[in-house]
Nanobody, 115 residues
Framework: QVQLVESGGGLVQAGGSLRLSCAAS????????MGWYRQAPGKQRELVAR???????NYADSVKGRFTISRDNAKNTVFLQMNSLKPEDTAVYYC?????????WGQGTQVTVSS
């Protein structure tokens, strides 16, 4: 069982920045595929960014050049640096861990971007 705890959400004006953190349990964190997803009201949950064990990253087209995902294996933590935020980035952001073909989810953190 992997537990994920997100932090760092909040209210920010358009053009601002936020940094999300997700702390994971487990002794093999470095082998986890970690990702951030988001779900806006009335919409499906979508992938925002992902980083796998070798450091390879991928991003949704809508956030490329604005968001950066990174991981600190020594601290069992994954980050999402969000810059140049837009109102359409407003959503609940969820941390995801892929471990041995099982997906784990955090409780979510709200990000609200005002225009």
């Amino acid at each position: 069982q992997v537990q994920l705890v997100e932090s760092g959400g909040g209210l920010v004006q358009a053009g601002g920045s936020l940094r999300l953190s997700c702390a994971a349990s487990g002794s093999i964190f470095s082998r986890y595929a970690m990702g951030w997803y988001r779900q806006a009201p009335g919409k499906q949950r979508e992938l925002v960014a992902r980083v796998i064990s070798d450091g390879t990253t991928n991003y949704a087209d809508s956030v490329k050049g604005r968001f950066t995902i990174s991981r600190d294996n020594a601290k069992n933590t994954v980050f999402l640096q969000m810059n140049s935020l837009k109102p359409e980035d407003t959503a609940v952001y969820y941390c995801n861990a892929g471990v041995l073909f099982i997906n784990y989810w955090g409780q979510g953190t709200q990000v609200t971007v005002s225009s």
